[in-house]
Nanobody, 123 residues
């Protein structure tokens, strides 16, 4: 059974940093593509960053140069390092996984989802 558990969210001031963690269980982590998504109140869920099984990455234009996705294969964990945070980054952040080539920022591409972790950035 695939499980994804996010952590690391919190409240920070604009310009600050956070690192989100997604611990994964129950599948061959190395063979899956992973993605980070976010959803603000009243808005659709959107892709932020993704990495496929061979390490290729893609980012939303709004976070390029500020966010970095990475994997720790020894820990079956994926991270999202978020720097220079802005108030518009405030959202619930979700980790997602799927057995496919990727990387993809498309919500419907992913089969497995975590419960999310809240990020709040104040001005």
């Amino acid at each position: 059974q695939v499980q994804l558990v996010e952590s690391g969210g919190g409240s920070v001031q604009a310009g600050g940093s956070l690192r989100l963690t997604c611990a994964t269980f129950g599948y061959a982590f190395r063979d899956y593509s992973m993605g980070w998504f976010r959803q603000a109140p009243g808005k659709p869920r959107e892709g932020v960053a993704a990495m496929n099984s061979i390490g290729s990455t893609t980012y939303a234009d709004s976070v390029k140069g500020r966010f970095t996705i990475s994997k720790d294969y020894a820990k079956n964990t994926v991270y999202l390092q978020m720097n220079t945070l802005k108030p518009e980054d405030t959202a619930m952040y979700y980790c997602a996984a799927d057995y496919g080539l990727g990387p993809s920022l498309v919500v419907s591409w992913y089969k497995y989802w975590g419960q999310g972790t809240q990020v709040t950035v104040s001005s």
